[in-house]
């Protein structure tokens, strides 16, 4: 069974472009969040989908969104790149929300230049 | 955003040694989980905690959910070389389904020949 997808694996963007990240979920499941991890900390929840409605939101600037279409894969969206959106973006799948097992992608290396 | 008191930062041991690590907040989680990390991958789900005292075993791992539902620990007996990376505390604030999962700073495990 294929677990959780992400791609691009990396991908290099310069300041103030935008950048689209896809994520696919495990066969089954409805809940895909993302998370920010940067070089050394753990990672910090950005968005929550269920049923493709957000559920929740972490404390990060609109230039970040997302969406989840009918099949349940997800894009998340940032606009306007700075130095400090570099990162490993990280999509987690669940059978329904957050409170139950969540299962992690290999994550995006974002590099903004 | 909040994180998890994760301790300790890093721990360096003989293979063979017993291995402990928690976490505390002063907010309660109505959900723990335990995930590792290897270097540009996504974190692995290794213990999932659902009610507090619960105590659970996979392998030679051992994780509670403290009594309060504000820490739990992890255990690893008999380390070997291939359980050497990051390992992470996360948790689901209670009441706080909208609010993804809080990750603490997580422990880095290495281990000496």
């Known amino acids: 069974d294929a677990g959780v997808t992400q791609s691009p694996t990396h991908l290099i963007k310069t300041r103030g472009q935008h950048v689209t990240l896809r994520c696919s979920p495990i066969?089954?499941?409805?809940?895909v969040s993302w998370y920010q991890q940067v070089l050394g900390q753990g990672p910090q929840f950005i968005f929550q989908y269920y049923e493709k409605e957000e559920r929740g939101r972490g404390n990060f600037p609109d230039r970040f969104s997302a969406r989840q279409f009918p099949n349940y894969s997800s894009e998340l969206n940032v606009n306007a790149l700075l130095l400090g959106d570099s990162a490993l973006y990280l999509c987690?799948?669940?059978?329904?929300?957050?409170?139950?097992?969540?299962?992690f992608g290999q994550g995006t290396r974002l590099t903004v230049v | 955003g909040q994180q998890l008191n994760q301790s300790p930062q890093s721990m360096f041991i003989q293979e063979g040694e017993d291995v402990s690590m928690n976490c505390t907040s002063s907010?309660?989680?109505?959900?723990w989980l335990w995930y590792k990390q290897d270097p540009g991958e996504g974190p692995v789900l290794l213990i999932a905690l659902y009610k507090a005292g619960e105590l659970t075993s996979n392998g030679r791992l051992t994780a509670q959910f403290g009594i309060t539902r504000k820490d739990s620990f992890l255990n690893i007996s008999a380390s070997i070389p291939s359980d050497v990376g990051i390992y992470f505390c996360?948790?689901?604030?209670?009441?706080?389904?909208?609010?993804?999962?809080?990750f603490g700073k997580g422990t880095h495990l290495i281990i000496q020949p």
């Open positions: 987690a799948s669940s059978f329904r929300g957050a409170s139950t097992e969540a299962f």
């Open positions: 907010s309660i989680f109505n959900t």
């Open positions: 996360a948790g689901q604030l209670a009441g706080g389904g909208a609010d993804g999962l809080t």
């Open positions: 066969s089954g499941h409805k809940s």
